[in-house]
């Protein structure tokens, strides 16, 4: 028995099966842009001024490091949230005491597009908690029996300037940065924080 074979019919097939399988692949691209990163981690260099002596000023310096985690969604402007930020300070006052202050926050930003620039602003709000740990913690100012968990939250902005697809610089960032650690006067910190690192996007 002989079997004829329709060789244009085959050809159309073909050519109908990868038209189809391309049609349907640009598609799935265009309805699910996968190579555009939705999340993204800062890592910082941080410093903090603070006030946390009670009386006038009692101002002094932290420095430390800081991690920012961020899940971009909707336009990609608006983005959750959590950071980690830990600093240490030696020599506080004439008593030459030590503090280690840590905060966990959360919260949301907000970051416009400003058309093809690098540049990239923006804003947020988080809150979370804080932990302080120290000899002024521990001696002069054992009355802050909520060393372990206080309130915190921070709010402020910075400038990130894209690199590249998966690398920003974070030019600056400035927060005010509230602890509510009891202090026996008026329980209340206010810190300024100033961070610059890098942004990996993912």
């Not at 030019?171 to 005010?176: P, Q």
């Amino acid at each position: 028995m002989k079997i004829r074979i329709n060789v244009k019919l085959i050809l159309r097939l073909a050519f109908a099966a990868v038209f189809t399988g391309s049609t349907a692949a640009l598609a799935q691209s265009a309805s699910t842009p996968m190579n555009k990163p939705h999340a993204e981690i800062a890592l910082d260099y941080s410093y903090l001024r603070s006030n946390a002596p009670v009386g006038d000023c009692g101002c002094f310096n932290l420095n430390g490091g800081s991690t920012t985690f961020a899940w971009l969604f909707g336009q990609r402007n608006f983005a959750l949230v959590g950071d980690v930020t830990v600093a240490h300070a030696n020599a506080i006052t004439q008593g030459e005491y030590g503090l280690t202050l840590s905060t966990f926050t959360a919260g949301g930003r907000y970051a416009p597009r400003l058309g093809h620039s690098a540049l990239r602003p923006f804003g947020q709000v988080l809150a979370g908690v804080a932990h302080s740990s120290g000899s002024l913690v521990e001696g002069p100012n054992s009355a802050a029996s909520n060393a372990g968990a206080a309130f915190a939250a921070n709010a402020g902005g910075g400038m990130d300037m894209r690199v590249s697809r998966h690398f920003s610089i974070r030019l600056a960032e400035v927060d005010y940065l509230v602890t509510t650690f009891k202090n026996g006067v008026n329980d209340h910190q206010n810190n300024l924080r100033v961070s610059t690192g890098v942004v990996l996007h993912f």
